[in-house]
């Protein structure tokens, strides 16, 4: 993830955090249910006044973000869960302080609800995957296919000729968009448009084109691609596969702004073909990630590097 909290939103955490937690031990306690690493809370004096390591520890975290993201969005998700404030009650002034956590938590909630949607999609991604390995483990018959399919793509790496290797392939991945129940449909032309293919995933109309070349997709490739994909309608993207992959000022020309097409290269094919990932959790990854960064190439190596496989 790649959200950042706004400042208000850091200044709600923390006000949260002491409003909620009336003494350090509960906060302590909560924290280490949510921090994926808790030892670093040890990182923090204990014996300083409860608002002070409250504010402490959300500023590392958020200084830190590149490491902890994930563990602010885990706090303001859980915090903001909360609806029960009758631990407060015995307390001195209890009403008063119940009534101040709950304005705290509902500040809070205003501020970040893009995180908690992102939290809410990544479980559901991360179901979906998990779902989408037992489904291909339990499936004898559908491994048997993936690796007939892959048997085929293999043979291709051989070959001399460009433009059968590049039928062949379009014919492979026609088979491994219906092995994953995508409703593809095969090359067509329209208008004048010649198009290897599309797909369906989650009411999301993909137009599909692959490339095995020598050399890097260029800019000039992905413009003629992605004008394709923005004349159709608006929930329509593209995917362009490159074995070879793409050249970087090709991919930097197309991942500002509006955006339409995913990038797609031979490693992330290989990775679905040998079961590292299912190609449906593949796409999925590549589409959220496009969405909260504007970055439309990112490999499955690059998923596992940064601990998004």
């Known amino acids: 993830m790649t959200k950042q909290l706004s400042p208000a939103g850091i200044m709600a955490l923390k006000e949260a955090l002491c409003s909620v937690y009336w003494y350090k031990s509960e906060l302590r306690g909560f924290l280490q249910l949510c921090l994926s690493n808790p030892s670093i809370l040890s990182k923090f004096n204990w014996e300083n006044y409860k608002r002070q390591i409250a504010s402490d520890i959300v500023d590392y975290l958020v200084s830190n973000s590149k490491t902890h993201l994930g563990d602010l969005t885990k706090i303001c998700y859980e915090i903001c869960k909360i609806a029960d404030f009758s631990h407060l009650n015995p307390l001195d002034d209890g009403p008063q302080k119940v009534e101040k956590a709950r304005n705290a938590v509902n500040q809070l909630k205003q501020l970040v609800e893009p995180h908690q949607d992102l939290k809410k999609e990544q479980d559901n991604i991360k179901h979906r995957q998990e779902l989408a390995a037992r489904k291909l483990r339990e499936n004898v018959a559908v491994r048997q296919k993936l690796e007939t399919i892959k048997l085929r793509y293999m043979t291709l790496i051989s070959s001399d000729n460009a ?4 039928f062949e392939l379009e014919r492979i991945m026609y088979e491994l968009f219906e092995l994953f129940d995508l409703d593809p449909k095969a090359s067509f032309k329209n208008l004048g448009e010649q198009l290897d293919g599309a797909f369906s ?20 490739d992905l413009a003629a691609f992605s004008d394709k994909v923005k004349t159709k309608l608006e929930n329509t993207l593209g995917i362009f596969l490159s074995i070879n992959g793409f050249s970087s000022d090709g991919v930097a020309a197309h991942q500002a702004g509006g955006a339409s097409i995913l990038l797609m290269d031979g490693g992330d094919l290989m990775a679905v073909f040998e079961e590292r990932i299912d190609f449906t959790s593949l796409l999925l990854r590549k589409k959220r990630y496009a969405a909260q960064t504007g970055n439309i190439y990112l490999s499955y190596y690059q998923m596992v590097a940064a601990g998004r496989g």
């Open 163 to 166: 433009q059968s290797r590049g």
């Open 201 to 220: 995933l989650d009411g999301t109309e993909y137009l599909f084109e692959a490339k095995w070349q020598k050399d890097l997709v260029n800019k000039a």
